[in-house]
């Protein structure tokens, strides 16, 4: 079984929450498998909780309530105060242990001087869980400290307080566990911190297998930034949008607005000169550059190179038209994002260009076709079960190495290892440019630096809630440009897309 981050970790709980299992059902089920685990090690006697004030100290909690139903005599000591408890799941269960008064007892140690040594044949460490990072500080350091001065036999639940979940390293000080109760799955620094996990149980809770399967709101929360206060212009990506032409103006365009809803800093289009003004009165917000001409020619390079040189992403494509003069400058274009390592989205006739290349890229890229483009791209007509056709974009992905995002009524994405799948949107996503919408989110990821398969992942999540709410509003008269006011709460608030049932 694969270890998994405390990220991913995280991005599920959101998942299986999505799906309906809620955060209180989950930490019921590590709470007592943690209990179940102590209750085969010692049928009865004292056990003594160390619990924090975070999700996993409500661990703890839950594991206490079922030691003391199961005949122990428990302590539990509450680490930095009362007051301090403020998550609803983590509230609950101390609620829950307050009504115990007799046969679970309490002390709330709220500072450092507080923190008693209470001996008893299991210690359970429920102090800090997978979301710590950096030394650890008062109280919880003097918490630990006294943890190992004790000599019961140890119990930590998930990881060992002061064990960095993900790299193994140790905070300063760790609490030196005989056993690890870890949930769903292995995380990665345990492997690595044997000396302080001890023996590692791998126990489930209940997530649903779809949490990993499907994207979901967890996948966001993953790819989700925050501007730091001295932020500087630019730091949040430089997109640059290669593409329309006389006819098809709107594409780049919808691509550009997308992307700066999604968080980018600033995007630019590059686009035949007719296109260009065009643009450049649909919004004071894109910055666009005209291409002399009536399409993509290879003699745009000397203009093309600079951009893409200052750009963080690029998207080739979208409106682009497949004219000889396009064909002959898309491998230039591309071997300029390779030159320049710089990620690259393609998109509709982007990727009718890229086909005939049949090569691999050579720097991170996403290809985001429907049905008939993967046929055109792979000489494949994807057809079968969902799993069936999964691994048919899986090879595909692979061969081209590239992240696939193939848009169908459940998107299926793969980096050519991962497969992941989407349900959101419906049938009110064929009006034309929601897929130029998509492009936009996907590319607006890459320019602030997600990776291509988790920006993909999150980025069909996004596009299909956002038209589920749109059609709640709109029906079946929505637009494409209706998504676009959705986008900036939806990444916010992802599980916002339960509100458009």
Known sequence: ????????????????????????????????????????????????????????????MVAARHLASKGFHVTLILVGGEERVTDPVVSANWR????????????????????PLIEADIIIDALLGIGVKGKLKPPILQAVKAVNRLKGFKVAVDVPTGVDADTGEILGKAVKANVTVTFHRVKTGLTKARKYAGKIHVVDIGIPPEAETYAGPGDVV???????????????????????????????????????????????????????????SYSPNLITFKLEGECLSPKHLKLLRPLVERCTALILGPGLETKKESLRALPRILALSEIY?????????????FARLGRKA?????????????????????????????????????RFNATILL?????????????????????????????????????????????????????????????????????????????LPEIPSLIENPMKHLEAF
């Open 1 to 60: 079984m694969k270890p998994i981050t405390a990220e991913e970790m995280v991005s599920l709980e959101a998942n299986a929450e999505y799906l309906g299992v809620s955060l209180l059902q989950l930490m019921e089920c590590a709470g007592k498998a943690v209990a179940d685990l102590v209750g085969n090690l010692k049928p009865e006697g004292k056990v003594t909780v160390y619990a924090g004030n975070g999700r996993n100290g409500g661990d703890g």
């Open 96 to 115: 829950a242990l307050k009504a115990m008064t007799e046969s679970v007892k309490l002390i709330i140690a709220r500072d450092s001087t507080q923190i």
């Open 222 to 280: 993953k790819v989700r930034r925050t501007r730091p206060s001295d932020a500087h212009k630019g730091d949040f990506g430089r997109l640059l949008v290669i593409g329309g032409s006389p006819v098809y103006s709107g594409a780049p365009a919808l691509a550009a607005l997308a992307a700066l809803e999604t968080g980018v800093d600033l995007a630019y289009i590059a686009a035949p000169r007719e296109a260009g003004l065009a643009i450049s």
């Open 341 to 353: 390592g710089k990620p690259i989205l393609l998109d509709a006739d982007g990727l009718k260009l």
């Open 362 to 398: 050579k720097t991170a890229c996403v290809l985001t076709p429907h049905r008939g483009e993967f046929k055109l791209l792979t000489g494949v007509e994807p057809s079968g079960s969902l799993e069936e056709v999964g691994e048919e974009v899986r090879k595909a992905a692979e």
């Open 407 to 483: 848009k169908a009524p459940v998107d299926i994405i793969s980096d050519g290892a991962r497969v992941k799948y989407n349900k959101t949107g419906g049938p009110a996503m064929t009006a034309g440019g929601t897929g130029d919408v998509l492009a936009g989110i996907v590319g607006g990821f890459l320019a602030m630096g997600v990776q291509p398969f988790e920006a993909a992942v999150a980025g069909a999540f996004i596009n299909g809630s956002v038209g589920d709410l749109a059609y709640k509003r709109k029906g079946h008269h929505l637009k494409a440009t209706d998504l």
